[in-house]
């Protein structure tokens, strides 16, 4: 069994910074890619941010120069640094990791989720 927890969404006032934390638990051999998605009321789930296993990165444009993607293989976990939070930001946040399980299958798992509201 491999899962994804996502943590440290919440409120936040626009222009301000939020870090956001995926780790991967359970029966993990290994990582490869990992992602941020997003999906706000009545849209389309949305890739935000994505970085391979070698650390090479893609963003969404609308967060080029605000979002930083980045990782600790050695704590199986991904982040997401989000700065200059504008409203249109706000969605629910997910984590996806494409993960070789110690028995050597190739999942991909999403986490549950976590919200992130940009409002004054």
């Known amino acids: 069994q491999v899962q994804l927890v996502e943590s440290g969404g919440g409120l936040v006032q626009p222009g301000r910074s939020l870090r956001l934390s995926c780790v991967a638990s359970g029966s993990v051999f290994s990582i490869n890619d990992m992602g941020w998605y997003r999906q706000a009321p009545g849209k389309e789930r949305e890739l935000v941010a994505f970085i391979t296993s070698v650390g090479i990165t893609i963003y969404e444009d609308s967060v080029k120069g605000r979002f930083t993607i980045f990782r600790d293989n050695a704590k199986n976990t991904a982040y997401l640094q989000m700065n200059s939070l504008k409203p249109e930001d706000t969605a629910v946040y997910y984590c996806?990791?494409?993960?070789?399980?110690?028995?050597?299958?190739?999942?991909?798992?999403w986490g549950q989720g976590t919200l992130v509201t940009v409002s004054s």
């Open positions: 996806n990791a494409q993960i070789v399980s110690r028995t050597y299958r190739q999942l991909e798992v």
